[in-house]
């Protein structure tokens, strides 16, 4: 009985755990790798203020190439309930439209998403996903890399 | 134009052929309709293709992966390029896309890989190691995922030499990747350069000394048996320890004693080799657990000296304000058992408890 019991809590304890926000991804673009690690190592729920969830969505940028590949920061965007909204993106503290990434350098980018608090979801079941897209340009060639963050039924408050 | 605009305009081009030859192909019974019921649906399907074509970008390199993080410890603050404010480096070859981290726990160093296996292929990795300056060196694995099937990703954790990381302005790991089914191999390198000064700040979180030497100052609190009535009288326990540590956790020493008995009217001398586990409550305080053997000499100022053994026992505390500063403080508890019997004379057993601080010199 004590170990059903015992069971059960430790059941209970193991089903309440926060499920991530965050699942790591790497993508490769060309001669591009894109990695949002400092999420998954440093994971954040959102701020609460003035009705939105606030919280800056961090990834990390290494082109191995030797040609110079263009992040279109102006045009991030982040997907939300079907509906997407441009997400301004910071390097080195500055918002950039486009950030120019030379072959071999490696960079950090820290995008401030804000959103209203009614896109968290309602059920403690259900998480809320939400899509950043950043678009990049290499060689002429034009695609976006999609990373993830969900939010949950707590950040509704 | 752009690609996109001209690959609309190439689909609207066939909507006159479309118009031509739909209403022949309406009678596809006839030789000239079944004839129009290919020309039609080649130009629908060369519109469609087309169009998509301008929608959608030509296929380049591209994946896209959710793979599974393990860290241990934190961040190695001398190696954090403050681009991006990590240790973290990508790279991607062999089919494989990686990214490395370099981190520190209590006194071993790790290398944190995220591997994901690109290729159709089963692949071995394993990773070696290089110092900008040429010395080669095996990385130790922890765990054996060292095998990954097609398309999956998975953590490989390497402890770090200490040589790699305390002194060195960079090193390159390399990693061997062989197909399990062709059995091809192709290396993939990562290249660290510090970006902190050269020897490690004290920021650096790795401390692994391999050897200290100190000197101890202390007073017995207590003693019993028939040595109490010798032991009530002794004044200090001073003494000197060497010490080795071929593993982290793992500490063999020599510790010499010098018992003060009454006002140094005698004295005893002890040289005990011992054992001791280390343990780490954070990066900077450790402690010890431990004990050993070994012979004792009483010397007294109006008798004969007397040989006898001691076991001691230790707990002790240390703390190292950073690597950088090479030394450690801490106080420490012993219990030396004199047993007699066959080990001495019965008139000098008993056990003294005894309370000091050290300072060690560390390498």
Redesign the interface.
């Known amino acids: 009985m004590k170990w059903g019991l015992m069971g059960y809590a430790a059941l209970a304890v193991g089903c309440a755990a926060e499920p991530p926000r965050v699942v790591a991804q790497l993508a490769l673009r060309g001669e591009v790798m894109i990695s949002n690690s400092p999420m998954v190592l440093r994971p954040q729920g959102p701020r609460r203020r003035n009705g939105q969830l606030s919280f800056s969505y961090s990834f990390l940028v290494e082109n191995s190439g030797v040609a110079t590949a263009a992040l279109e920061l102006g045009e991030a965007s982040l997907r939300v309930s079907g509906r997407a909204m441009v997400v301004p993106c910071k390097v080195a503290g500055h918002v950039y439209t486009e950030y120019l990434l030379a072959g071999q350098a490696r960079v950090r980018v820290d995008c401030e998403i804000s959103v209203a608090i009614s896109a968290a979801p309602r059920n403690s079941q259900a998480d809320a996903p939400l899509e950043l897209s950043v678009p990049l340009e290499l060689d002429g060639h034009r695609e976006a890399v999609l990373l993830r963050y969900s939010l949950l039924a707590q950040d509704a408050g | 134009m752009s ?1 996109r605009q001209r690959g609309l305009a190439r689909a609207l081009a066939c909507i006159p052929l479309l118009l031509a030859f739909t209403p022949l192909a309406a009678r596809a019974d006839s030789p000239a309709g079944a004839v129009a019921e290919v020309v039609v649906e080649a130009v629908v399907r060369g519109a469609i293709e087309l169009a998509f074509d301008a929608v959608i ?2 296929p ?10 393990i ?1 241990v410890g934190e961040e190695l603050a001398d190696w954090i ?1 403050p ?4 240790t ?5 070859g062999c089919g494989q ?1 990686v ?1 490395v ?1 370099l981190t520190g726990k209590h006194r071993d160093d790790f290398l944190n890989v ?1 591997l ?1 296996n ?1 290729s159709s292929d089963p692949v071995a990795v394993t990773a070696h190691s290089k110092t900008i300056g040429g010395v080669h060196g095996e990385l130790r694995q922890w765990g054996s995922h060292s095998v990954l099937a097609p398309h999956v ?1 998975g953590p490989q954790i390497y402890v770090v030499r200490p040589s790699l990381i305390e002194r060195s302005s960079g090193f390159v790991i390399d990693f061997d990747v062989s197909s399990l089914r062709t059995s091809q191999s192709c290396q993939l390198s990562v290249r660290f350069v510090r970006t902190g000064p050269v020897p490690a700040s004290a920021l650096t979180e790795h401390s692994y000394f391999q050897a200290d030497y100190g000197v101890w100052i202390g007073a017995h609190l207590a003693g019993t048996g028939p040595l109490h009535g010798l032991a009530r009288e002794v004044e200090q326990f001073d003494g000197l320890s060497f010490g080795y540590s071929p593993a982290a956790h793992h500490r063999i020493g020599l510790d010499v004693g010098l018992d003060i008995f009454a006002a140094g009217e005698s004295a005893g001398v002890s040289l005990v080799p011992n054992y001791e586990y280390r343990a780490f409550l954070s990066r900077t305080v450790s402690y010890g657990i431990g004990g050993g053997a070994g012979p004792y000499l009483i010397a007294l100022r109006d008798a004969p000296d007397h040989w006898t053994w001691a076991l001691r026992g230790k707990l002790e505390l240390r703390w190292h304000p950073g690597r950088s500063s090479g030394l450690e403080f801490g106080p420490a508890l012993t219990c030396s058992v004199l047993p007699g019997g066959p080990f001495g004379p019965n008139r000098y057993s008993g056990e003294l408890v005894a309370a000091q601080l050290g300072l060690w010199a560390t390498f």
């Open positions: 690609r970008p030509a380049s390199p591209k994946y896209e992966l959710v793979v599974e993080h860290d390029d681009r991006t404010g990590t973290s480096h990508l790279a991607h896309l990214e981290r995220t994901f690109t990703g």
